[in-house]
Nanobody
Framework: QAELVESGGGEVQVGDSLTLSCDISKITFRPTAFGWFRQAPGKEREFVAA????????LYADSVKGRFTLSKNWAKSTVELQMKNLKPEETAVYYC??????????????????WGQGTQVTVSA
């Protein structure tokens, strides 16, 4: 069973909002950071946003700054990605990932060791 479970994906229209959740209640590792990545068909996995667990520092891809917000929901034991003003080119499978190292280079997906199975987001024009 995956330790990270994403939910909240779906099909929306251009300009709509969507919130993705990553359930971290069952993790067995001590996290130093969590990240959200996305991968569209035929493309490489792309960094979206990340949060460093110790100090809450967040980092966003330039393409989503001002529209996406990553936050911790302590009550639900989730890491959430609020997405606003979605664009068709953001159609992809969105993955939640965790890591246990020094949490440097937050944008590098190869440094994350724990991954969810992904949730599909489809933005229709």
């Amino acid at each position: 069973q995956a330790e990270l479970v994403e939910s909240g994906g779906g099909e929306v229209q251009v300009g709509d909002s969507l919130t993705l959740s990553c359930d971290i209640s069952k993790i067995t590792f001590r996290p130093t950071a969590f990240g959200w990545f996305r991968q569209a068909p035929g493309k490489e996995r792309e960094f979206v946003a990340a949060v460093r667990w110790a100090d809450g520092h967040t980092l966003y891809a330039d393409s989503v700054k001002g529209r996406f917000t990553l936050s911790k929901n302590w009550a639900k034991s989730t890491v959430e990605l609020q997405m606003k003003n979605l664009k068709p080119e953001e159609t992809a499978v969105y993955y939640c990932a965790g890591r246990t190292d020094l949490a440097a280079f937050l944008t590098r997906h190869s440094l994350y060791t724990h991954w969810g199975q992904g949730t599909q987001v489809t933005v229709s024009a």
